[in-house]
């Protein structure tokens, strides 16, 4: 692994909120999936950049990807990664029925 680049929970809430305050933007210009994947979607590739993780480091995905599978990587991306424990889950409710 490279160095380990971390996330605070207040720049995670940042990302989430910069996300749904931009969410018909992006939606309109990634109209694949639902508008929670979609989000979803977004906050992952946002993480992979903020956290500078290798291709190594990005999971993989294989068959058709839903809201679940992306809250699952988003998990996987962030275990080992906080600066402090935080419920990272109670954010990503944000993306449903938005």
Same mark, same amino acid.
């Given at each position: 692994? %490279?160095?380990?680049?971390?996330? =605070?929970? *207040? &720049?995670? #809430?940042?990302?989430?909120?910069?996300?749904?305050? /931009?969410?018909? !933007?992006?939606?309109?210009?990634?109209?694949?999936?639902?508008?929670?994947?979609?989000?979803?979607?977004?906050?992952?590739? %946002?993480?992979?950049?903020?956290? =500078?993780? *290798? &291709?190594? #480091?990005?999971?993989?995905?294989?068959?058709?990807? /839903?809201?679940? !599978?992306?809250?699952?990587?988003?998990?996987?991306?962030?275990?080992?990664?906080?600066?402090?424990?935080?419920?990272?889950?109670?954010?990503?409710?944000?993306?449903?029925?938005?």
């Amino acid at each position: 692994m %490279s160095s380990l680049h971390r996330i =605070s929970e *207040s &720049e995670f #809430e940042r990302i989430v909120r910069g996300i749904v305050e /931009d969410r018909e !933007t992006i939606i309109k210009h990634n109209p694949i999936g639902t508008r929670e994947e979609i989000l979803l979607w977004m906050l992952s590739a %946002s993480l992979f950049s903020y956290l =500078s993780l *290798s &291709e190594l #480091e990005t999971p993989c995905f294989s068959g058709s990807v /839903d809201a679940d !599978t992306y809250r699952e990587a988003i998990g996987f991306i962030l275990k080992n990664r906080k600066e402090s424990e935080f419920d990272h889950a109670k954010y990503l409710n944000e993306f449903v029925n938005v």
